[in-house]
């Protein structure tokens, strides 16, 4: 099967991953690459900055580029992302959300799209990622009692929401192991003089600066001992590589909200 694949924020450093990730798979097509108004790549090939020659012009007409596409590849901003998925919807054309930084009520808008199209929403597409996040809830089920639960990420300077979508993941996934509501116990500031720590509190921890693609760690500290778990990103290969099997799990799908748990049959 050959999938007609549209990439969103196409001049950015996820996108042109997805590009070059796209380009090179067998079952896969470039048929859109999308941007902002006014951005000076506009009209360009959107694989000039590898120096190849897709065919596919960038473009900051939605409905052109999503025209010849069966799916949508989102690692944009909330608003941008929202606006893309109207279309997409109107289009009958699926999605693929790697954006991060969405609300409450912004979540809800795109279930409810989900109800008309097909779409993967994962605050962090890599498959070991993914692999992680099980681990961290097999272990806060085994390590309720008695372990301090923090979580320490960081990423490039670039990056514009605090903490990662993807440190709020695993802060997600470890609260609902442990019974617990995130918004109740998540802790993501400390100055002062801030008293002992609540015990049934999960703390976060930002790092930004320089290249850093990602890194995150969770910490179990107990008495006597402390267990780490790590994720480390080198490269963005892995994120592209994960959306692309977000696309070919959406194949032949009609509409519903998956995350990449449902893709890599980690439910």
């Not at 997600?172 to 993501?188: M, N, P, Q, S």
């Not at 002062?192 to 290249?211: C, K, L, N």
């Not at 963005?236 to 994960?242: E, I, L, S, W």
């Amino acid at each position: 099967m050959n999938h007609k694949i549209a990439i969103a924020g196409a001049t950015g450093r996820m996108g042109q991953m997805l590009i070059e990730a796209v380009c090179a798979a067998d079952d896969c097509t470039l048929t859109g690459a999308l941007d902002r108004v006014g951005h000076a790549a506009l009209g360009q090939d959107a694989g000039a900055f590898a120096g190849q020659v897709t065919g596919v012009h960038i473009t900051d007409d939605l409905a052109k580029g999503l025209q010849h596409s069966d799916v949508l590849i989102d690692f944009t901003r909330p608003e941008g992302t929202l606006a893309h998925l109207r279309v997409c919807r109107d289009k009958g054309v699926a999605a693929v959300i790697g954006t991060t930084g969405f609300t409450e009520v912004q979540k809800a808008e795109i279930a409810v799209f989900a109800q008309s199209i097909p779409i993967v929403l994962a605050p962090n597409m890599s498959v070991g990622v993914n692999v992680t996040l099980k681990l961290l809830e097999m272990a806060a089920k085994a390590l309720s009692n008695g372990y301090d639960i923090e979580i320490v990420e960081a990423h490039h300077r670039f990056k514009v929401d605090a903490p990662s979508g993807t440190a709020l993941k695993m802060g997600e996934v470890i609260a609902g192991a442990l019974g617990r509501d995130l918004k109740d116990c998540a802790v993501y500031a400390r100055e002062g003089v801030t008293g002992e720590r609540d015990p049934s509190s999960i703390g976060f921890a930002t790092i930004r600066g320089g290249d850093i693609v990602g890194d995150h760690t969770v910490l179990f500290a107990g008495i006597g001992e402390r267990i780490e778990i790590s994720h480390k990103s080198s490269s963005r290969v892995t994120y592209a590589q994960g959306s692309l099997r977000a696309v070919r799990f959406l194949a032949g799908r009609k509409a519903g909200l998956f995350d990449m748990y449902d893709v890599l049959g980690l439910q």
